[in-house]
């Protein structure tokens, strides 16, 4: 499975960008499927997933402002972020999880640069 991330930039605070992770399988094999950051000097963390039946988790800084999305007949999704602040500047990776009768496997997309500056 190959995943590649798209869509960074640079932005304004207040800013709106979306990025998108294209999946070489379809998201069906996929339990979870997310977004995960890291800015420098940061671990990495979690910023939002949405599960197989739907569910959608955001961490509580981006709740409100950002917004994961799958489109099935693209084998894409993506994460629509709003109101852009500074403190979001980061590198942004797509991962998805699957859960297999042979194990458990994790996927991540190379990372797309995030940088919110006036």
């Known amino acids: 499975v190959q995943l590649q991330a798209s869509g960074g930039g640079l932005v304004q605070p207040g800013g709106s960008l979306r990025l998108s992770c294209a999946s070489s399988?379809?998201?069906?094999?996929?339990?979870?499927m997310g977004w995960s950051r890291q800015a420098p000097g940061n671990e990495r963390e979690r910023i939002a997933t949405v599960a197989s039946d739907g569910i959608t988790n955001y961490l509580a800084s981006v709740k409100g402002r950002f917004t994961i999305s799958r489109d099935y007949a693209k084998n894409t999704w993506n994460l629509q972020m709003n109101s852009l602040k500074p403190e979001d500047t980061a590198v942004y990776y797509c991962?998805?999880?699957?859960?297999?009768?042979?194990?458990?496997?994790?996927?991540w997309g190379q990372g797309t640069q995030v940088t919110v500056s006036s």
């Open positions: 399988a379809s998201l069906h094999s996929f339990n979870v």
């Open positions: 991962n998805a999880d699957q859960l297999l009768a042979s194990g458990r496997y994790d996927y």
